[in-house]
């Protein structure tokens, strides 16, 4: 069965502080999709990244980069430099398809930025 | 960009009344669309799994005879609460996929039952 654990369920940090955000997945697959996923209090879920698990680099975009670790079944989030709004829930997610199959979510952590 | 549009944004119901939410793939066929349900401060749980034409796959759980999920064409999911009650309460979110889009998700729906 595919879990995905984000154990943190809340974060508060000052602006300008750096912060990581935990995810850890089991899958007995060989082949699966890792996601993160900002929702903002309004709601909609906002895209961040998708890797896929044949793929270690680690990905960085601007203030936002990724630590993929097989080994330890990791895919971990950092902001550096944080920004009020940067203030949402994120959720990690995890699936065996790029499509057609359910993505299946963590808990999410929500992440508060105060000025 | 693929685009899904969800409708509608919020809507407020009597109890024991049915409410449609339409979930609708603007700038691609959709293979498979999917509907979530959040409760506050949760995480999104898989409600159903539905393909064109076909019945939907409903999750463990979910009742099928209260969330009828009819998806009817390639671009056009819809899901309907049928005699809503208040633990109906709740934010419902569609995503829509297709192998060279990966996964698309609405704006979501909350559902306030009265």
């Known amino acids: 069965a595919q879990k995905v654990t984000q154990a943190q369920t809340e974060i508060s940090v000052v602006e300008k502080e750096d912060v990581t955000l935990d995810c850890v997945y089991e899958?007995?697959?060989?082949?699966?999709?890792l996601f993160w996923y900002k929702q903002p209090p309004s709601g909609e879920l906002v895209f961040l990244i998708r890797?896929?698990?044949?793929?270690?680099q680690n990905e960085i975009s601007g203030r936002y980069s990724w630590n993929f670790q097989k080994s330890t079944s990791s895919f971990n989030f950092t902001i550096t430099a944080s920004q009020v709004v940067d203030s949402a829930v994120y959720f990690c997610a995890l699936s065996y398809n790029q499509a057609g199959t359910a993505l299946i979510f963590g808990k999410g952590t929500t992440l508060s930025v105060s000025s | 960009g693929a685009v899904v549009s969800q409708h509608p944004s919020w809507v407020i119901c009597k109890s024991g009344t049915s409410v449609k939410i339409e979930c609708r793939s603007l700038?691609?066929?959709?293979?498979?669309m999917f509907w979530y349900r959040q409760f506050p401060k949760q995480s999104l749980m898989l409600m159903a799994t539905?393909?064109?034409?076909?019945?939907?796959?409903?999750e463990q759980g979910v009742e099928k005879d209260k969330f009828l999920i009819n998806h009817a064409s390639l671009t056009l999911s819809t899901l309907t609460v049928t005699s809503a009650h208040p633990e109906d309460s709740s934010f419902y979110i569609c995503?829509?996929?297709?192998?060279?889009?990966?996964?698309?998700f609405g704006s979501g729906t909350r559902l306030t039952v009265v």
């Open positions: 539905s393909n064109e034409g076909s019945k939907a796959t409903y």
């Open positions: 899958t007995r697959d060989t082949t699966y999709y």
């Open positions: 995503s829509a996929s297709k192998f060279s889009y990966g996964y698309t």
């Open positions: 700038d691609f066929q959709a293979t498979t």
């Open positions: 890797r896929n698990s044949f793929d270690e």
